[in-house]
């Protein structure tokens, strides 16, 4: 069948490619800053690739291994598929392969095996700030949702999603999709998304490592099941002493993550399916100041607030109770139906230098959402629809906020014949906001959304798939955003100066698959209206930017020489422009921004992994983090030449040793009921201890992953 998308499709890539071949692309007045972004050495960049490209597509392995084209399911639509079936973009990585990476944390995980950025928060490892698609580190991670287990992480407020609060040691799959994913979560995907969900094993395992900077971790699994349930749980322990200097309080940047999980399947019937699941945690932080330049140079881990010294360190601690209830009946074979509650209640206490208690900083937080969907299975066709409704309020200094959600979707996959398929979707959503202020008369906002999503893949060999999708999408600001601030931060009134951004997408990409390797590759083009970005210079205002263009290309691949030697890389060229600046551009010194790169976006990201099997009881992992240097975050103008955000790199070791004994016997004898298997853990973060940091302008750096740090471990599974 034909191939139909919207008029300008063609016109778009032939100006994403023309921006590679054409000098004057890059030379205009629209792209001031040639000199340090040259055609050539994008040309250099691209020739590379290209011959990259070709020697993977005809290399063949000489010696056995392992079939990497094993079926990988993907479920981002709750419509599984085949990965290399998918007509959308994704990243899929099971449970082996987690475990195999040598990760200690789900964020260590992304950070150096997939294409998402992420970077510390204002000094916060455990709540990062996360860029897709050149979304900017600033606010990218606001416009792409991340859910566990179907259950949305993304905040209400301007905090990003708390991922180190989630036991690596649980997880059973992620699943990362890009450019798609707004017809089934709606607000907020506009760069794609990213599910992670757990496991539902019985296995019992416990973990305990150990290192410098009084790093500690101790985790736990366990489980049991019968003829008609599962129950599960798990457990975290994670924390450090810091790896700044001490403040004038004798206290250090340390951190310490606690959190338990249980989840109970219950089976009635053999055609339905009651769950509920338990989520505690509780974080709290100490954060580094921000430096100067001078200061950062000298020594990374200093006290010094800018230029007035040593200061207390801010803290922050955050409780939350996390409830999901739900149950899946089937119908008929046909015909299934599911519906699931969830409910938070948050509580965020800060306490910065001037305070002495973090009661007066104090923050409430609950939010409550309901997901229904119907799944009807007729020959080729297989539609999904559903009711979606969220609802989250804050309350602080006696002042509530709140924000509401109802979405609608249809989303479906047809099977045009054997080798092709299409998929159709589209989202209505309606967003409401409130805010109550005594004695002030409470105020509302109301806004509306309608998205749609048209994809096709086709498999042209064994090995060869094309796919091709036109998404669109939408981000509605979060409740800090949407209300303007006093100097004590107490909402006042809505902002009259921001509204929702929307964005089209369109991505292009193809699957080979063989024996020893397994390819992807996606070209994107974005196109997105109203960005939120928050004025810097003093101003503080959270507004929008006109327009903006994202384009570029994303490649993963795998490559198994043999059963002991594989090789990973991931890599991202994104381009992020700024097409207009917006009403508020007077705000800033560079008057007209039309041209501009977004700060914050890194031209290059790559992520390297060599997996080596030197016995059967034995394996290394070596991974390479680099992304290239990017304007810093407040740097609008394009000027702060010689002073930018510097390239992020860090070079990962790690070892293990599994034996595997019988209960009673040989290393093990002294304990009757001792562990099936035993891993010893060694692992080096940041092995030559590069000095990393998020910029947010010339003289202001908040220090990142800036020491080598070590840990040893072992991990029992009974």
Not at 18 to 38: A, K
Not at 137 to 149: D, H, P, Q, S
Not at 661 to 690: D, H, V
């Given at each position: 069948?034909?191939?139909?998308?919207?008029?300008?499709?063609?016109?778009?890539?032939?100006f994403?490619?023309?921006?590679?071949?054409?000098?004057?692309?890059?030379?205009?007045?629209?792209?001031?800053?040639?000199?340090?972004?040259?055609?050539?050495?994008?040309?250099?960049?691209?020739?590379?690739?290209?011959?990259?490209?070709?020697m993977?597509?005809?290399?063949?392995?000489?010696?056995?291994?392992?079939?990497?084209?094993?079926?990988?399911?993907?479920?981002?639509?709750?419509?599984?598929?085949?990965?290399?079936?998918?007509?959308?973009?994704s990243?899929?990585?099971?449970?082996?392969?987690?475990?195999?990476?040598?990760?200690?944390?789900?964020?260590?995980?992304?950070?150096?095996?997939?294409?998402?950025v992420?970077?510390?928060?204002?000094?916060?490892?455990?709540?990062?700030?996360?860029?897709?698609?050149?979304?900017?580190?600033?606010?990218?991670?606001?416009?792409?949702?991340?859910?566990?287990?179907?259950?949305?992480?993304?905040?209400i407020?301007?905090?990003?999603?708390?991922?180190?609060?989630?036991?690596i040691?649980?997880?059973?799959?992620?699943?990362?999709?890009k450019?798609?994913?707004?017809?089934?979560?709606?607000?907020g995907?506009?760069?794609?998304?990213?599910?992670?969900?757990?496991?539902?094993?019985?296995?019992?395992?416990?973990?305990?490592?150990?290192?410098n900077?009084?790093?500690?971790?101790?985790?736990?699994?366990?489980?049991?099941?019968?003829?008609?349930?599962?129950?599960?749980?798990?457990?975290?322990?994670?924390?450090?002493?810091?790896?700044?200097?001490?403040?004038?309080?004798?206290?250090?940047?340390?951190?310490d993550?606690?959190?338990?999980?249980?989840?109970?399947?219950?089976?009635?019937?053999?055609?339905?399916?009651?769950?509920?699941e338990?989520?505690?945690?509780?974080?709290?932080?100490?954060?580094?100041?921000?430096?100067?330049?001078?200061?950062?140079?000298?020594?990374?881990?200093?006290?010094?607030?800018?230029?007035?010294?040593?200061?207390?360190?801010?803290?922050?601690?955050?409780?939350?109770?996390?409830?999901?209830?739900?149950?899946?009946?089937?119908?008929?074979?046909?015909?299934k139906?599911?519906?699931?509650?969830?409910?938070?209640?948050?509580?965020?206490?800060?306490?910065?230098?001037?305070?002495?208690?973090?009661?007066?900083?104090n923050?409430?937080?609950?939010?409550?959402?309901?997901?229904?969907?119907?799944?009807?299975?007729?020959?080729?066709?297989?539609?999904?629809?559903?009711v979606?409704?969220?609802?989250?309020?804050?309350?602080?200094?006696?002042?509530?906020?709140?924000?509401?959600?109802?979405?609608?979707?249809?989303?479906?996959?047809?099977?045009?014949?054997?080798?092709?398929?299409?998929?159709?979707?589209?989202?209505?959503?309606?967003?409401?906001y409130?805010?109550?202020?005594?004695?002030?008369?409470?105020?509302?906002?109301?806004?509306?959304?309608?998205?749609?999503?048209?994809?096709?893949?086709?498999?042209?060999?064994?090995?060869?798939?094309?796919?091709?999708?036109?998404?669109?999408?939408?981000?509605?600001?979060?409740?800090d955003?949407?209300?303007?601030?006093?100097?004590?931060?107490?909402?006042?009134t809505?902002n009259?100066?921001?509204?929702?951004?929307?964005?089209?997408?369109?991505?292009?990409?193809?699957?080979?698959?063989?024996?020893?390797?397994?390819?992807?590759?996606?070209?994107?083009?974005?196109?997105?209206?109203?960005?939120?970005?928050?004025?810097?210079?003093?101003?503080f205002?959270?507004?929008?930017?006109?327009?903006?263009?994202?384009?570029?290309?994303?490649?993963?691949?795998?490559?198994?020489f043999?059963?002991?030697?594989?090789?990973?890389?991931?890599?991202?060229?994104?381009?992020?422009?700024?097409?207009g600046?917006?009403?508020?551009?007077?705000?800033?010194?560079?008057?007209?921004?039309?041209?501009?790169?977004?700060?914050?976006v890194?031209?290059?990201?790559?992520?390297?992994?060599?997996?080596?099997?030197?016995?059967?009881?034995?394996?290394?992992?070596?991974?390479?983090?680099?992304?290239?240097?990017?304007?810093?975050?407040?740097?609008i103008?394009?000027?702060?030449?010689?002073?930018m955000q510097?390239?992020?790199?860090?070079?990962?070791?790690?070892?293990?040793?599994?034996?595997k004994?019988?209960?009673?016997?040989?290393?093990?004898?002294?304990?009757?009921?001792?562990?099936?298997?035993?891993?010893?853990?060694?692992?080096?973060?940041?092995?030559?201890?590069?000095?990393?940091?998020?910029?947010?302008k010339?003289?202001?750096?908040?220090?990142?992953?800036?020491?080598?740090?070590?840990t040893?471990?072992?991990?029992?599974?009974?």
């Amino acid at each position: 069948m034909g191939f139909m998308i919207l008029p300008h499709y063609l016109k778009e890539w032939v100006f994403f490619i023309s921006s590679f071949l054409h000098q004057e692309c890059f030379h205009s007045r629209e792209f001031p800053r040639q000199h340090l972004f040259s055609n050539k050495e994008t040309l250099m960049h691209l020739y590379y690739l290209v011959l990259s490209l070709i020697m993977i597509l005809f290399s063949t392995s000489t010696t056995l291994a392992k079939d990497l084209m094993d079926p990988v399911v993907v479920t981002a639509t709750k419509i599984k598929l085949k990965d290399t079936k998918a007509p959308y973009a994704s990243e899929i990585y099971y449970r082996k392969e987690i475990e195999k990476s040598g990760a200690r944390t789900v964020i260590d995980f992304l950070n150096q095996n997939t294409s998402v950025v992420i970077m510390s928060n204002s000094g916060n490892r455990h709540e990062p700030k996360i860029d897709m698609r050149g979304f900017g580190i600033t606010e990218g991670y606001k416009n792409l949702v991340i859910t566990l287990n179907g259950r949305r992480l993304n905040t209400i407020e301007s905090n990003p999603q708390a991922l180190g609060t989630i036991p690596i040691n649980n997880i059973d799959r992620i699943e990362i999709t890009k450019g798609s994913g707004s017809i089934m979560f709606g607000d907020g995907a506009q760069a794609g998304t990213i599910q992670l969900y757990t496991r539902d094993t019985t296995e019992t395992t416990l973990e305990a490592s150990a290192g410098n900077y009084g790093q500690q971790t101790q985790a736990f699994t366990t489980g049991r099941s019968g003829d008609k349930y599962i129950i599960t749980a798990s457990g975290l322990h994670n924390g450090n002493t810091g790896f700044s200097d001490d403040d004038p309080y004798g206290d250090s940047t340390n951190a310490d993550v606690r959190s338990i999980q249980t989840k109970l399947r219950y089976f009635p019937t053999e055609s339905s399916e009651i769950f509920f699941e338990k989520d505690l945690s509780t974080l709290a932080n100490r954060f580094p100041w921000v430096l100067t330049r001078e200061t950062w140079d000298q020594n990374p881990g200093s006290n010094y607030k800018s230029t007035v010294g040593p200061k207390k360190y801010t803290r922050i601690h955050t409780d939350r109770d996390n409830t999901i209830i739900g149950g899946i009946i089937d119908f008929t074979s046909n015909l299934k139906f599911s519906l699931n509650y969830a409910h938070q209640y948050k509580i965020v206490n800060a306490e910065d230098e001037g305070s002495t208690t973090s009661a007066s900083n104090n923050r409430r937080y609950k939010r409550s959402a309901f997901d229904t969907s119907l799944d009807y299975t007729k020959g080729r066709f297989r539609i999904i629809s559903g009711v979606q409704t969220f609802f989250g309020e804050m309350i602080q200094h006696g002042i509530t906020i709140g924000k509401q959600n109802m979405g609608v979707y249809f989303e479906s996959i047809i099977d045009i014949n054997d080798t092709t398929k299409l998929s159709l979707g589209t989202r209505g959503e309606w967003v409401s906001y409130a805010m109550d202020n005594p004695p002030e008369k409470p105020t509302e906002k109301d806004y509306s959304f309608g998205v749609y999503d048209i994809g096709i893949n086709k498999s042209l060999n064994d090995h060869l798939s094309i796919f091709s999708n036109f998404n669109t999408s939408f981000l509605s600001p979060d409740i800090d955003r949407f209300a303007e601030w006093n100097p004590a931060f107490t909402a006042k009134t809505f902002n009259p100066w921001i509204s929702p951004s929307t964005s089209q997408n369109i991505n292009l990409g193809l699957n080979y698959v063989k024996l020893e390797n397994k390819l992807k590759l996606t070209l994107f083009n974005i196109f997105a209206k109203k960005e939120l970005y928050l004025i810097p210079h003093n101003a503080f205002i959270n507004t929008n930017l006109d327009k903006t263009h994202k384009y570029g290309l994303e490649l993963q691949d795998i490559f198994k020489f043999n059963n002991e030697l594989s090789v990973s890389v991931n890599y991202a060229w994104t381009r992020a422009i700024i097409k207009g600046a917006g009403p508020l551009s007077s705000k800033v010194a560079c008057g007209k921004c039309a041209g501009n790169f977004l700060p914050g976006v890194a031209e290059h990201n790559i992520t390297l992994g060599v997996n080596y099997v030197p016995t059967p009881r034995s394996r290394i992992v070596l991974t390479q983090n680099y992304r290239s240097e990017a304007f810093n975050e407040e740097d609008i103008e394009n000027d702060d030449f010689g002073h930018m955000q510097r390239a992020y790199t860090s070079t990962d070791i790690s070892y293990d040793y599994t034996f595997k004994t019988e209960s009673g016997n040989t290393f093990f004898k002294w304990w009757p009921n001792g562990p099936r298997e035993t891993q010893f853990i060694a692992k080096i973060e940041n092995l030559f201890e590069q000095s990393n940091a998020t910029h947010l302008k010339i003289d202001a750096i908040y220090p990142d992953l800036f020491t080598r740090n070590w840990t040893l471990g072992a991990k029992f599974k009974f």
